[in-house]
């Protein structure tokens, strides 16, 4: 009898952002410039219903080459992990056919917002060699209602003790306007055991 267990899973970027790909600039000058098109990909992200309000993309640090470009696709998904880093970073990977983005490139990793506590680790081990994030704090919990997890103080310092280069807010007015849009609205907090949303601003 043929086993019921799943022995394989995939995950997509959706279909708004497959069309859109060849159409994103192939490289972009300076961080403000990446952040600007990450801040774009997470509102238009919520608002075509496949996840949070978040996007990611790795490119290269001294060229400003666009390598990948990731969204949230946990409801399109139906996978708990498929968040905008791990999106942007499994694309690089199976672009460049390394899972070690440091070995050769010298390539950044741009998100809007510090990363939750599991894109922490995803982001730890990919081997970039720089992180560009909007913020840090309590900001993105109090107008989303995400529980990002419980993150170490010293987040930051402990990417920069193993190579990882942290610059903070990059674009931080633009990501907070999309995750109060997001509040506003009345799309899907997915925390775990339906927690909902926290006290917001």
């Known amino acids: 009898m043929p086993s019921s267990l799943s022995s394989s899973f995939t995950l997509s970027l959706p279909a708004w952002l497959q069309r859109e790909l060849a159409a994103l600039p192939h490289e972009l000058d300076g961080a403000e410039a990446q952040m600007a098109l990450v801040n774009r990909l997470a509102d238009r992200n919520w608002r075509e219903g496949n996840g949070g309000p978040f996007a990611a993309i790795v490119v290269d640090h001294t060229t400003g080459e666009l390598v990948s470009a990731g969204v949230n696709v946990v409801l399109a998904s139906g996978k708990s992990s498929a968040h905008a880093e791990v999106m942007a970073l499994g694309l690089a990977q199976e672009r460049l056919g390394t899972w070690d983005l440091g070995a050769q490139r010298d390539l950044a990793l741009v998100?809007?917002?510090?990363?939750?506590?599991?894109?922490?680790?995803?982001?730890?081990?990919?081997?970039?060699?720089?992180?560009?994030?909007?913020?840090?704090?309590?900001?993105?919990?109090?107008?989303?209602?995400?529980?990002?997890?419980?993150?170490?103080?010293?987040?930051?310092?402990?990417?920069?003790?193993?190579?990882?280069?942290?610059?903070?807010?990059?674009?931080?007015?633009?990501?907070l306007a999309v995750y109060r849009a997001y509040g506003a609205s009345a799309s899907t907090v997915y925390n775990a055991r339906g927690a909902g949303r926290i006290d917001k601003e």
Do not use: K
Request: glycine share 12%; hydrophobic share 40%; aromatic share 10%.
């Open 111 to 175: 998100v809007n917002w510090r990363p939750c506590v599991q894109c922490y680790g995803a982001t730890m081990w990919s081997g970039v060699r720089h992180l560009v994030v909007a913020g840090d704090g309590p900001e993105l919990e109090r107008l989303t209602g995400f529980d990002e997890g419980p993150m170490v103080a010293d987040w930051a310092a402990q990417f920069e003790a193993r190579g990882i280069s942290v610059t903070q807010d990059v674009g931080r007015d633009d990501a």
